[in-house]
């Protein structure tokens, strides 16, 4: 099976940051990667699809980018409501593995 | 609109069964592939079973032969039967499709 890595497994960043959060999987996937956030005590919430693909709603400092076994999630300015756990899925064939996931908060 | 709602959850003594079941509407279940996800206490989103619109399933390594996804058309509900289960199936369980999730059901298996 395809396993999938992140990187880092945690981040401490200042409000207005960028911040880039990468995703390996250990074959090739294509673009089948999604991104996820979830906040405390929530349910994960879609951000991207197809590994580039914005979810309606989504603030637009998200953005993904990537292909193959590569791939990364960016926030291009930090904010306070984007403390949570970040985790990518890939999606191109069972099993749909989750990454760790990554947990990012506020300097 | 969709909506995902689980139920069935509980407390259940290992070794023991429940039966775990998604109603859906705004859709209808055999028209998109939907997942099982479970969440440990404190840990990370472990994907369990899948099953595609055809029928085809797929199970975790970690559930395989003791769990059962299915779904019933005419009342439009997902359904993961769980037997033998053991102390770390403890866990939040989501229902899922590409894009929505419901809000999660607890399973704890303990004595």
């Known amino acids: 099976d395809i396993q999938m890595t992140q990187s880092p497994s945690s981040l401490s960043a200042s409000v207005g940051d960028r911040v880039t959060i990468t995703c390996r999987a250990s074959?090739?996937?294509?673009?089948?990667l999604a991104w996820y956030q979830q906040t405390p005590g929530k349910v994960p919430k879609l951000l991207i699809s197809?590994?580039?693909t914005l979810q309606s709603g989504v603030p637009s400092r998200f953005s993904g980018s990537g292909s193959g076994t590569d791939f990364t999630l960016t926030i291009s300015s930090l904010q306070p409501e984007d403390v949570a756990t970040y985790y990518c899925q890939k999606y191109n064939s069972a099993p749909f593995t989750f990454g760790p996931g990554t947990k990012v908060d506020i300097k | 609109e969709v909506q995902l709602v689980e139920s069935g959850g509980g407390l259940v003594q290992p070794g023991g069964s429940l039966r775990l079941s998604c109603a859906a509407s705004?859709?209808?279940?055999?028209?998109?592939?939907m997942s099982w996800v479970r969440q440990a206490p404190g840990k990370g989103l472990e994907w369990v079973s899948l099953?595609?619109?055809?029928?085809?399933?797929y199970y975790a390594d970690s559930v395989k032969g003791r769990f059962t996804i299915s779904r019933d058309n005419s009342k439009n509900t997902l359904y993961l039967q769980m037997n033998s289960l053991r102390a770390e199936d403890t866990a939040v369980y989501y229902c899922?499709?590409?894009?929505?999730w419901g809000q999660g059901t607890l399973v704890t298996v303990s004595s």
């Open positions: 197809a590994a580039s």
């Open positions: 074959q090739g996937i294509s673009n089948y």
């Open positions: 705004g859709f209808t279940v055999s028209s998109k592939y």
């Open positions: 099953i595609y619109t055809g029928g085809t399933t």
């Open positions: 899922a499709t590409s894009l929505d």
